[in-house]
């Protein structure tokens, strides 16, 4: 579900629109998306957010419509601290570290993709391994 170049350990951002717009340029310059990608993003969070609460931990999962991606992708981003980002029902803020950025080119994946990395991520020994991770190559099952 993930490759070794998308994973990011140790990203700073000082609040989700910083991380939106640093990762939103590494992704323009790798060509996973067009030039709409972090307006679109930005907006979408603000009406959907994406912050999901687990037993113990919180994760975000931000996306946004396939007309904005060129490649698909599933992005895993661990940040140095965590910020605070909207949980998807309530809309109270939560203290996320861990992020996952879908970039979903055919939006009728959307729903199957979502619903097998929720089962993933819903394991707390995945937060585990990715929160306890020194390096990427500590996380080589998650992408062989």
Known sequence: MFQKEDIY???DAKNYIE??????KVFKEKRY??????KSV???????????????????LPHTDAEHISVQKIILIRLKNEIE????????????KIFI???IKNGEDQTTILGKLIEIIGE????RKVSEAKKVEDLKELYE
């Open 9 to 11: 350990l140790d990203v």
């Open 19 to 24: 991380l939106f717009e640093k990762m939103a």
């Open 33 to 38: 998306v067009k030039e709409t990608y972090l």
């Open 42 to 60: 930005l907006e979408r969070e603000k009406k959907y957010p994406t912050g999901f609460e687990f037993d113990g931990y919180n994760i975000g």
């Open 85 to 96: 980002y909207r949980e998807v029902v309530t809309n109270k803020k939560i203290p996320i």
């Open 101 to 103: 950025m879908l970039l």
């Open 124 to 127: 707390k020994e995945f937060y």
